[in-house]
Nanobody, 123 residues
Framework: QVQLVESGGGLVQAGGSLRLSCAAS????????MSWYRQAPGKQRELVAD???????NYADSVKGRFTISRDTAKNTVVLQMNSLKPEDTAVYYC?????????????????WGQGTQVTVSS
């Protein structure tokens, strides 16, 4: 089992920044892929960014150039730095882990989910 604990999030004005953190613990393989999904009210869940155990990153087009995902492999922690936030970024953000980024992107295997953290961007 993998436990994911998220922190960060909150309310910010458009153009502002927020930082989300996620710590993974449990019976984990050291090399796991980690990511952030989000879900806005009335919308489908969306993959925001993912990062492989080797540090390769992938971003949704809607956040490229504004969000940065990074990880500390030794600590099994992943951070999502969100800059130039827009009202359309408002959503519940979930930390998700899996064996590989392919599994994360295609939800083709076991996924581990955090409890979610609310991000609200006011206009």
């Amino acid at each position: 089992q993998v436990q994911l604990v998220e922190s960060g999030g909150g309310l910010v004005q458009a153009g502002g920044s927020l930082r989300l953190s996620c710590a993974a613990s449990g019976n984990i393989v050291r090399s796991i892929a980690m990511s952030w999904y989000r879900q806005a009210p009335g919308k489908q869940r969306e993959l925001v960014a993912d990062i492989s155990s080797g540090g390769n990153t992938n971003y949704a087009d809607s956040v490229k150039g504004r969000f940065t995902i990074s990880r500390d492999t030794a600590k099994n922690t992943v951070v999502l730095q969100m800059n130039s936030l827009k009202p359309e970024d408002t959503a519940v953000y979930y930390c998700v882990a899996a064996s590989t980024t392919i599994v994360i992107r295609y939800q083709s295997g076991k996924l581990y989910w955090g409890q979610g953290t609310q991000v609200t961007v006011s206009s």
